[in-house]
């Protein structure tokens, strides 16, 4: 894949594949070096722009996370890091939330991320995990009430945080 | 609530074309508005205005990724392996043909001494 393209591919996607690959494996260094591992394989890859290349950057963006996942398996237990929280939520609340998603089975996670955090549409969601757009709707609705139930306590004050 | 309400509301939280009259129904009821909400807040919570971290101005050069110490240590033992294999698994024959192809080593070397070990021949 020619370089320019990738670099615009970079500047475009960076952002959302950094924070979406932050939530899913809780580790900023390892986030930064699979966002750059991320567009780095893009240039090896063979690949014409598209519509759907947000979907085939977050494919990748999810392989490698897995990938990653599979090596670090034993230190699945460090504690997850909050990423600076948003403006309606305190820290305490963020962290509640970033561990019940963690709790979430692995294609739950991904698909809450890739919705909520990176902004993926159904078609691309099913695009990137290799699965029908069924299935996502039906997964989305699943992960949204598993942490609805998870954090039923925190999650009535999560909108409090503000005052 | 019904599973059908929340599920209506999830898909029109994500941008889906939903049926109105599902949605209209899934609205007139307070649980599932309940859940509307929390569906928001889970948005809100997981929504970040961290910047960007420095390493991820520029894409990094292709030809300078991170050595993968562990595969190149990897592929020596394989290597090591592998040799040791094709040893162990040579014919045995091959190996002392080496030896019986050519003239064998001296194990000792005896020495006579002219007037000790031997005498000349007196003409």
């Given at each position: 894949m020619h370089r320019e393209l990738v670099e615009a591919l970079f500047a475009h996607y960076r952002t959302p594949v950094y924070r979406f690959l932050y939530r899913l494996i809780g580790d900023r260094a390892a986030a930064e070096d699979l966002t750059q591992d991320v567009f780095v394989r893009a240039l090896d890859a063979v690949y014409e722009a598209s519509e759907r290349e947000r979907a085939w950057v977050f494919q990748i963006a999810r392989n490698l996370a897995r990938d990653h996942g599979r090596r670090m398996v034993h230190r699945r237990s460090v504690a997850l890091p909050p990423q600076e929280?948003?403006?309606?939520?305190?820290r305490a609340a963020a962290l509640a939330v970033h561990e019940a998603i963690a709790r979430l089975p692995d294609l739950e996670r991904e698909m809450f991320l890739l919705r909520e955090?990176?902004?993926?549409t159904y078609d691309e969601i099913a695009l990137a995990c290799e699965v029908t757009p069924d299935a996502v709707r039906n997964r989305l609705h699943r992960a949204r009430l598993s942490l609805r139930e998870a954090l039923a306590p925190p999650i009535v004050h999560l909108n409090r945080a503000r005052s | 609530m019904t599973d059908t309400h929340t599920e209506v509301l999830s898909a029109f939280c994500d941008g889906a074309v939903v049926d109105p009259d599902l949605l209209a129904a899934a609205l007139d009821d307070p649980r599932a508005r309940a859940a509307l909400v929390d569906f928001a807040r889970l948005r809100a919570a997981v929504t970040s205005s961290e910047p960007l971290p420095d390493s991820l101005t520029r894409l990094r050069p292709a030809l300078v990724r991170r050595p993968q110490l562990w595969a190149a240590l990897g592929g020596a033992a394989a290597m090591l392996v592998l040799l040791a294999l094709t040893v162990a698994l040579l014919p045995h024959g091959w190996l002392r043909a080496t030896h019986e192809d050519g003239p064998p080593s001296p194990t000792r070397v005896v020495r006579y001494e002219p007037g000790v070990d031997w005498a000349p021949e007196r003409r």
């Open positions: 929280p948003s403006a309606f939520v305190d955090v990176a902004g993926l | -």
